[in-house]
């Protein structure tokens, strides 16, 4: 069993930047993707970007420019760099992780950005 835990979120101004972080903890997996999502208020949660084991790295369209995902092997740690935050961003964001199909995921962490 992998635990996620997220840290980072915050309240922010548009055009502001935020790096969220995702521990991960418990056993590990050779073949093990991880990923970022959302959430925002009356809606459905969304891909946000995602690093592969193979180390290929997708980000949605509506991020595409402004967010890096990245990782840090040693430290089990997954971020997420959010620059040109938008109030459209606003989004519980979880990190999330599996072989395959994303099984684990962390608690989520808000982010809100001010118009």
């Known amino acids: 069993q992998v635990q996620l835990v997220e840290s980072g979120g915050g309240l922010v101004q548009a055009g502001g930047s935020l790096r969220l972080s995702c521990v991960a903890s418990?056993?590990?997996?050779?073949?093990?993707?991880m990923g970022w999502f959302r959430q925002a208020p009356g809606k459905e949660r969304e891909f946000v970007a995602a690093?592969?084991?193979?180390?290929?790295?997708n980000y949605a369209d509506s991020v595409k420019g402004r967010f890096t995902i990245s990782g840090d092997n040693a430290k089990n740690t997954l971020y997420l760099q959010m620059n040109s935050l938008k109030p459209e961003d606003t989004a519980v964001y979880y990190c999330?992780?599996?072989?395959?199909?994303?099984?684990?995921w962390g608690q989520g962490t808000q982010v809100t950005v001010s118009s």
């Open positions: 999330a992780g599996g072989v395959g199909s994303y099984d684990n």
């Open positions: 418990g056993r590990t997996f050779r073949r093990y993707n």
């Open positions: 690093i592969m084991w193979t180390g290929r790295i």
